[in-house]
């Protein structure tokens, strides 16, 4: 049984269909509106088919406080700051929006965004996206998950540390809701991320499990995890985003520049096309080569009525000759005619 898809604007996705690469702009821009529409422009350069930011303000995701349980440790990239205080870093304003959805849209890509809570869902409805996010962190945010069901838009749900439950209770809590189709993203949430901690045989379990379209929000510093991932079926690829790893940010150190990320969807389309089909014999390319395999040529001379043996006929290459595996049928059977050494072999001249 095929696996669903689904439609974001008048893209396809799912297994079978071209990949579906999204631009994550995250913190990326800086709180400076004229990057981010650079990011836009570079993402569109770059090969991307969608960008992607995110809705939220410091109040929706947390409160201000120093108290030690709203301070970041753990070994990431922002240890010791407060959740605020990056938060407020980091998020996008929000009237910029409308705008950057227009600048996305002259220059031909999809512009959806995260929704951290129910008041940015309303906002992002207003917008019209085409489609809504669940971010690794809200997926065990039930009633968020149902109210992104709710307004029946595709929805892409990260499971970055998520238990096979957790994901499970998502899914039925979107359905339930209402949600037109869903599309899940096997995620590792760590910034950056180690390739060895990526695990992108979860792939092909929650295409198994879940029979939804799968893909991958990565956060690896290098190209190759996104390839693999389509390799082992992945048809969504979100990868942030910036202009350059040199300008201050929360999200830089694990973004990838223009440059690199040109070269990471060159490679993930070059990966998609090799996938093709289940086929088995020569392709046209290989057709040509055909004559390079071994065939049953004569490479003695031999007369009309001698015996053929394993010494006057052999197994060599060029093709124009009788199947290799015919060469049991031939040995002591009579030559029909004078043959010359190097002639190919084949069933008239034999009796």
Known sequence: MPLPTMRI?????????????????????????????????????SGADAVKVQTYTPDTLTIRSDEEAFRIGGGTAWDGRTLYDLYSEASMPWEWQPKLQKV???????????????????????????????????????????????????LILSTGMATLEEITEAVEAARHAGAASICLLKCTSAYPACPDEMNLKTITDLERVFRLPVGLSDHTVGLAVPVAAV???ACVIEKHLTLSRSLPGPDSAFSLEPSEYKA???????????????????????????????????????????????????????????APKCLAEVVGREAATDIKAGTPLAWDLVR
């Open 104 to 154: 996305a849209g002259e220059v031909g890509l999809d512009f959806f965004s995260t929704a951290f809570d129910r008041s940015s869902v309303d906002f992002l409805e207003r917008l019209h996206v085409p489609v809504h996010k669940a971010a690794s962190f809200e997926i065990v945010d039930l009633a968020l998950i149902e109210k992104l069901g709710a307004t029946t838009k595709p």
């Open 231 to 233: 390799a082992l079926g």
């Open 9 to 45: 604007g008048d893209r396809r996705i799912g297994r079978g269909q071209p990949v579906y690469i999204v631009a994550e702009v995250s913190a990326n821009h800086n709180r400076d509106y004229e990057q981010a529409v650079e990011i836009i422009h570079a993402a569109r350069a």
């Open 264 to 322: 990471m969807a060159h490679a993930v389309r070059e990966a998609e096309r090799s996938l093709g089909e289940v086929r088995y014999g020569p392709s046209d390319q290989e057709s040509p080569s055909l004559v390079f395999r071994r065939s049953l040529f004569v490479v003695t001379n031999v007369s009309k009525g001698e015996l053929l043996t394993e010494a006057s006929v052999r197994s060599i290459r060029p093709g124009h000759g009788l």
